[in-house]
């Protein structure tokens, strides 16, 4: 039923090719997930990547929520593109580093530049105007 224990005391072979095995038996720590300071620091200094983030979203939350739409959700966008050169920048991020450092990057990046321009185009008196975006919902809404 459970994790089969050696009764003579051997402990596990060698492996001698850097294959994964076939059968595992946990995951693997994210490239780059290790702390981003030594151990012998408090935890919130040991992730202040993902802190930062965190605090750079929750501070775009309130300023939504204090009826600042646009400025707020720049903050967030900008906030999620800090986290994609934070991941791309520093060997060691934390708990920011999810997935691969490729992955990590592109969510990060992805989202950050949606939600940046969306914030640029919000109605009314847009920041930009894209044309072809007016001929896309002029097709699909009215």
Do not use: C, N
């Amino acid at each position: 039923m459970g994790a089969e224990a050696h009764s003579d005391g051997a402990s596990e072979p060698q492996r001698t090719s850097r294959r994964f095995p076939t059968l595992t038996r946990d995951t693997a720590r994210p490239e780059g997930g290790g702390r981003a300071a030594s151990g012998g620091y408090p935890a919130p200094a040991r992730q202040w990547p993902l802190l930062a983030v965190m605090g750079g979203v929750a501070a775009g939350l309130l300023l939504v929520a204090l009826d600042a739409f646009r400025i707020g959700t720049l903050v967030i966008g900008l906030s999620l593109l800090a986290g994609a050169a934070l991941r791309w920048a520093l060997p060691s991020v934390g708990m920011l580093a999810v997935r691969s450092r490729f992955t990590d990057m592109a969510t990060y990046g992805l989202l950050g530049f949606v939600i940046v321009m969306l914030a640029l185009m919000v109605q009314p008196k847009p920041w930009i105007h894209i044309p072809f975006l007016d001929d896309i919902v002029h097709f699909t809404v009215r």
